[in-house]
């Protein structure tokens, strides 16, 4: 069984850089034919995908936020990584590991969640 744990800070200042972290249990992040995402909800909104990594190691970006996304993943602690700079106040949302065994589905509707965390960007 899959288990993701996001952890980050839930303030964050506008034009700052967001840093999050993402630990799985259950699966190796490089287990053949897996994927894993982030994504996003803002109030009010729905879910917007902003990018995964492969179980390769290959990086899928959102076309909306790839100029300030860095995904990336660290295979000895099984963790992954977001990291999004210049935050703006409407980047303010829940935000959320996922797994599944194709881009497709992880970057749509993934099988597996973490709980999520929020993220509130204010002064």
């Known amino acids: 069984q899959v288990q993701l744990q996001e952890s980050g800070p839930g303030l964050v200042k506008p034009s700052d850089t967001l840093s999050l972290n993402c630990t799985v249990s259950?699966?190796?992040?490089?287990?053949?034919?897996?994927?894993w995402s982030w994504i996003r909800q803002a109030p009010g909104k729905e879910r917007e995908w902003i990018g995964a990594?492969?179980?390769?190691?290959?990086?899928y970006w959102s076309p909306a936020l790839k100029s300030r996304t860095t995904v990336s993943r660290d295979n000895a602690k099984n963790t992954l990584y977001l990291q999004m700079n210049k935050l703006k106040p409407e980047d303010t949302a829940v935000y959320y590991c996922?797994?599944?065994?194709?881009?497709?589905?992880?970057?749509?509707?993934?099988?597996?969640w973490g709980q999520g965390t929020h993220v509130a960007v204010s002064s």
């Open positions: 990594v492969s179980y390769t190691g290959l990086v």
């Open positions: 259950g699966k190796s992040i490089t287990a053949s034919a897996h994927y």
């Open positions: 996922a797994a599944d065994r194709s881009i497709g589905l992880v970057s749509s509707n993934p099988h597996y």
